[in-house]
T-cell receptor
Framework: GNSVTQMEGPVTLSEEAFLTINCTYT??????LFWYVQYPGEGLQLLLK?????DKGSNKGFEATYRKETTSFHLEKGSVQVSDSAVYFC?????????????FGKGTKLTVNP | DTGVSQDPRHKITKRGQNVTFRCDPI?????LYWYRQTLGQGPEFLTY????????KSRLLSDRFSAERPKGSFSTLEIQRTEQGDSAMYLC???????????FGDGTRLSIL
């Protein structure tokens, strides 16, 4: 089946530290990959996406590269800010017809201290 | 640009009562999804509509759950005879399909007393 495994949290960093959140996936086809972010009391917001191998998604200083050989899509940011504190979800979707439903990891809670 | 809106934001009810949630998707999106998120977990797929047709349902969607999308616009999710285990955040999302990302509402948090 299709599944996503994320690095267990919580992660606590100081402002301006480097961030990596690991994500690996298992899929029966060729998925699109996503990172979503959830702030307290809110729904999910799309952070970035990649639709094929070697694509790099980027947004707001965050980056992730679709690595087919390692089935990974690790999230990175060079210098985190307090405002980046949130829960981050890695997800996949199979887009070759069908529902394109999202399969999520369990989420990683990030806290950034000033 | 109006996003996905969900109503109510919070619902508290007694065990055994029926509840109904509403989702208004982004107007030009023909695909609508419901997910359930429990504390400390990622969202799990419940069901999917393309226009007014409900095309896929998860095994998580027991026969106490029913969803509709009349006229292919807003959608409702009803839970009958609520149980403690139904306590969760219910998220709605919409997309135009074709591999485009889903956009989420802020969710309805259901608490069963």
């Amino acid at each position: 089946g299709n599944s996503v495994t994320q690095m267990e949290g919580p992660v606590t960093l100081s402002e301006e530290a480097f961030l990596t959140i690991n994500c690996t996936y298992t899929a029966t086809g060729y998925p699109s990959l996503f990172w979503y972010v959830q702030y307290p009391g809110e729904g999910l917001q799309l952070l970035l996406k990649a639709t094929k191998a070697d694509d790099k998604g980027s947004n707001k200083g965050f980056e992730a590269t679709y690595r087919k050989e390692t089935t990974s899509f690790h999230l990175e940011k060079g210098s985190v800010q307090v405002s980046d504190s949130a829960v981050y979800f890695c997800a996949l979707s199979l887009t070759q017809g069908g529902s394109e439903k999202l399969v999520f990891g369990k989420g990683t809670k990030l806290t950034v201290n000033p | 640009d109006t996003g996905v809106s969900q109503d109510p934001r919070h619902k508290i009810t007694k065990r055994g009562q029926n509840v109904t949630f509403r989702c208004d998707p982004i107007s030009e999106h023909n695909r609508l999804y419901w997910y359930r998120q429990t504390l400390g977990q990622g969202p799990e797929f419940l069901t999917y509509f393309q226009n007014e047709a409900q095309l896929e349902k998860s095994r998580l969607l027991s026969d106490r759950f029913s969803a509709e999308r009349p006229k292919g616009s807003f959608s409702t999710l009803e839970i009958q005879r609520t149980e403690q285990g139904d306590s969760a955040m219910y998220l709605c999302a919409s997309s135009p399909g074709g591999g485009q990302p889903q956009h989420f509402g802020d969710g309805t948090r259901l608490s069963i007393l």
